[in-house]
């Protein structure tokens, strides 16, 4: 099998909380507004480097309702992130044997064909997406319906591919590596990372749904009728059934935070962090992370993009310098790109340092 397209990575510095100069600060604010000026969109965005950090907003929420920088979003995708990082820390002691058959951790609810945790978190499993009539069904009708993993497996057509299939993105493959994670640490996927990955590292505000409590206000919530009373994002229903594939929820700052510290080994060690980067045969996903250009820099980037509903979410961090931005953004209607966003963000900062 082909290696990952790096072997180590450089640590980054310390990230600053303090706030980039003024200067800076209104270059970004200014770059956030152009670029979601005429889409009727609102988002949140947040850039943290080691010599200050920077939170913004712009537009309006699903509901009218003015958005802030501490507003928290479902991170959607960006879940995947964490996720892969709790199981390659699981394995860095010796608990999972990531050449192994994930059904050694893990009974399938479908046919086992073998494929190893490694290739699940490539997404070469060769496992399909669940169909979702039954589970979709119940939160259509209930948004405030708890949906376990095993119902969406269930939902899983019974015959995959080969393992080590091309790659096939799919959330069954993240629902399974959540399950794994439970059954070799004994807790709860929630506490897992907590304890592994967040408490201790300023991220405790990030909110797995729908096991912790709902995000602290103020959140984007959807319209009453899809959002149900329960305060998770968009609703218990959706958010549960994402689960370890797309259930975490957050603001801005403290995803920018968690990509800052993990893609720049300050959680994990340096060639754990290389070892989720994609393999170097051009599908570009390895575990929970994909690579991507800027469109506007020389800048390559780690992390990962997130779609849920009207929210549309990515995480990117910068493998050449001390560099993490995400962005949330949200709109029932427009089909905006975070990372266009992120792009300008990008631009506006280097062109202010310049000066």
Do not use: C
Not at 102 to 107: A, E, G, K, R
Not at 112 to 134: C, K, P, W, Y
């Amino acid at each position: 099998m082909p290696a990952p397209t790096v072997t180590t990575v450089d640590v980054f510095p310390e990230p600053r909380d303090s706030a980039l100069p003024h200067r800076v600060a209104h270059a970004l604010d200014r770059a956030l507004r152009r670029a979601l000026a005429g889409t009727g969109a609102g988002a949140t965005a947040a850039v943290l480097t080691d010599r200050g950090s920077w939170t913004g907003a712009a537009g309006t929420g699903l509901r009218d309702e003015r958005l802030t920088p501490k507003h928290a979003f479902p991170y959607a995708s960006i879940s995947k992130t964490f996720t892969a990082a709790e199981v390659v820390l699981l394995a860095s002691r010796g608990l999972v044997d990531l050449h192994s058959p994930v059904s050694t951790y893990v009974p399938l609810p479908f046919q086992d064909n073998g494929a190893t945790v490694e290739q699940v978190l490539r997404m070469r499993s060769g496992f399909h997406d669940s169909i979702g009539e039954t589970w979709g069904r119940k939160v259509e009708t209930d948004p405030d319906v708890h949906i376990t993993p095993a119902e969406v497996l269930a939902e899983v057509p019974p015959v995959p591919d080969q393992a080590g299939a091309p790659y096939r993105y799919t959330n069954t493959n993240y629902l399974l590596l959540g399950q794994l994670i439970e059954r070799v640490t004994r807790s709860s996927y929630a506490t897992a990372l907590h304890q592994d990955l967040l408490n201790e590292h300023g991220l405790a505000s990030i909110v797995v749904q729908d096991i912790d409590p709902p995000p602290h206000t103020p959140k984007v919530l959807p319209p009453p009728q899809l959002a149900g009373s329960s305060g998770y994002i968009p609703s218990r229903g959706e958010s549960s059934a994402a689960w370890s594939a797309g259930g975490l929820a957050g603001n801005a700052a403290a995803a920018a935070r968690w990509g800052y510290l993990l893609y720049g080994g300050r959680i994990l060690r340096p060639d754990l962090v290389a070892s989720m980067h994609p393999l170097d045969d051009g599908t570009g996903y390895g575990y929970g992370t994909l690579t991507s250009r800027s469109v506007t820099s020389d800048l390559t980037y780690v992390g990962h993009p997130g779609e849920s509903g009207p929210y549309r979410t990515v995480l990117l961090v910068a493998t050449d310098r001390p560099l993490a931005i995400a962005v949330l953004a949200a709109h029932p209607e427009t089909d905006i790109s975070p990372s266009a966003i992120a792009d300008e963000l990008v631009t506006a900062l280097d062109k202010s340092n310049d000066r």
